[in-house]
């Protein structure tokens, strides 16, 4: 216990003193899933938001796979993009593992498929409610996508939303691809990870209580904008 | 039922005369039907929109109205028969051709979670690059939307977004209007104005084809009538002659304001 308080001390000042080795975990492990949300909303929102109004023989199929990928264990996502991209795998010459970049693969390949099953679920339920219009309108496909994707921002942001903080959070895949090199590829999860099972605890500890400072304000965000406030519908779709 | 605008109204002068040399009709029906649950709603339907003038369908609740209009309009696929239309003179017109021809108003109408100014503005760049300058206030101003367009549409009141709705509907400039039911519940100033709309339309070329189930409407507006009645037209008259000597007894009764079903 006395231990444990000393940790917590510790913790306490790392993050007053914006311990620069804190800091650069962070930032990276910012960096990393930033990186890989961007690249998943590229291919998760279009993707999802097609497969939510198109329809084309193996459709279903497609669907059930998304939602199926969306359950990846991600140590498995991990071992995948490893061997990949390891000096024997198909992408070995671009000489990536162990690198930031591997990192940002392993995530993409974790969240795009949640992104892809969460987006299409947003934009079914939309187009459930706009299709007829569009198709009186005379609306073309890619201008109802745009629309849906437009109108369905909100919940988008959510989608979003969730699928970075499942990408933060994770430790499995950028253990596996990264190697928690220090300075290069050391994130927080893996920090974590590495610093108890050295007995460091307070850099672990300062790391977790900004993990969990993270993953509670992507929830309140979460939460703030799905809110059934008549005000907010009111002022932001307008 | 009881519409607020149930006065008897005054007989318009016929506008007959002046539309003998319209356009050549643009839609055809020919052996409608559509079964849906193993129910028959549409019975044969046969339908030719005669000329440029405002065609009422009229018919009690259930009649099928709203169905028929979706069949016309392409949102729903009868279980045979056919709807031919006639567009720049063409037999067999392309696909995104008949469907620029028409535009429908529904009666609950669907508005993008937009301002009331994007959700025009959406409609408009369907069909203009760039949009020309004043038709989006004009259609504003049309439905006495200016003062609400910059709130969502969503927040509007009923009559209101029945208003937009129309003026969406007209920014694209059909040939042919549906509208299903257009005065619904709305109060007698807005349904003034919805009417005064659909005249403002007519005469400008588009052909109206509205559904009510209330009398004085049809009377104020129609040109001519069909009267549905359980899936099957049984009048298709010019409107005086529809009011004056129906020709079934299921519309005499309907005429004289008596439920049919
Ligand atoms: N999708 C559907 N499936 C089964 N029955 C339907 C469906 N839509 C409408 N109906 C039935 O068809 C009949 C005609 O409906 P509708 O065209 O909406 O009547 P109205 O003349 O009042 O507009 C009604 O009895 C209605 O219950
Ligand atoms: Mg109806």
């Known amino acids: ?238 | 039922m009881s519409e607020v605008l149930d006065f008897t109204p005054p007989r318009r002068p016929s506008r007959n005369a002046h539309r003998l040399a319209a356009s050549p009709m643009p839609l055809q029906v020919r052996g409608l039907s559509l079964e849906l649950e193993g129910k028959r709603l549409l019975d044969q339907v046969d339908l030719t929109l005669l000329d440029n003038g405002i065609t009422v369908i009229l018919g009690p609740n259930g009649a099928g109205k709203t169905l028929l209009l979706k069949c016309l309009h392409g949102l729903c696929q009868p279980t045979s028969g056919t709807v031919l239309w006639h567009v720049d003179g063409l037999e067999r017109p392309p696909v995104l051709e008949v469907r620029k021809a028409q535009a429908l108003v529904q009666q609950k109408p669907v508005l993008l979670r937009r301002s009331v100014l994007a959700n025009l503005k959406f409609a408009a760049k369907l069909r203009y690059s760039p949009i020309p300058q004043g038709l989006l206030e004009n259609a504003l101003a049309l439905a006495r939307l200016d003062h609400l367009a910059s709130h969502a549409a969503r927040t509007l009141s009923g009559g209101e977004q029945q208003r937009l709705a129309l003026a969406r509907a007209l920014i694209l400039k059909p040939k042919v209007l549906f509208l299903d039911e257009p005065a619904a519940n709305l109060d007698p100033a807005s349904t003034v104005l919805i009417e005064e709309a659909i005249r403002a339309a007519q005469s400008a070329g588009t052909k109206i084809v509205l559904i009510t189930h209330g009398l004085s409407q049809a009377r104020r507006l129609a040109d001519n009538i069909v009267f549905l009645h359980r899936g099957r037209i049984l009048e298709h008259s010019p409107a005086d002659k529809f009011f004056s000597e129906p020709a079934t007894v299921e519309a005499e009764a309907y005429v004289r304001g008596e439920i049919v079903l």
């Open chain 1, 1 to 238: 216990m006395q231990d444990f308080t000393g940790s917590f001390r510790l913790a306490g000042r790392l993050i007053a003193a914006a311990d620069p080795a804190l800091v650069e975990i962070v930032l990276l492990s910012i960096q990393v899933t930033l990186s890989a949300l961007v690249v998943s909303a590229l291919i998760g929102l279009p993707l999802g938001a097609t497969l939510a109004i198109s329809r084309f023989p193996g459709r279903h199929g497609l669907v059930i796979l998304c939602n199926a990928l969306m359950g990846l264990p991600p140590v498995v996502v991990g071992l995948l993009v490893y061997m990949m991209l390891s000096n024997a795998g198909p992408l070995g010459v671009l000489q990536l593992l162990y690198t930031p970049t591997a990192m940002v693969i392993a995530q993409t390949v974790l969240i795009t498929p949640i992104l892809i099953a969460l987006t299409r679920q947003v934009i079914a339920d939309l187009n459930h409610e706009y299709a007829e219009t569009f198709h009186s309108l005379g609306v073309p496909a890619h201008t109802a996508i745009a629309a849906l994707l437009w109108d369905g921002r909100f919940s988008l942001l959510t989608v979003l939303l969730a699928g970075f903080g499942r990408a933060i959070a994770e430790v499995g895949a950028v253990m596996i691809v990264g190697g928690n090199i220090n300075h290069v590829t050391r994130v927080m999860t893996t920090a974590i990870a590495l610093e108890t099972s050295k007995g460091e605890l307070a850099l672990a500890l300062a790391l977790g209580l900004i993990l969990l400072a993270i993953a509670l304000g992507v929830n309140a965000l979460t939460s703030m904008i799905n809110a059934p406030d008549g005000k907010r519908s009111h002022v932001r779709s307008a």
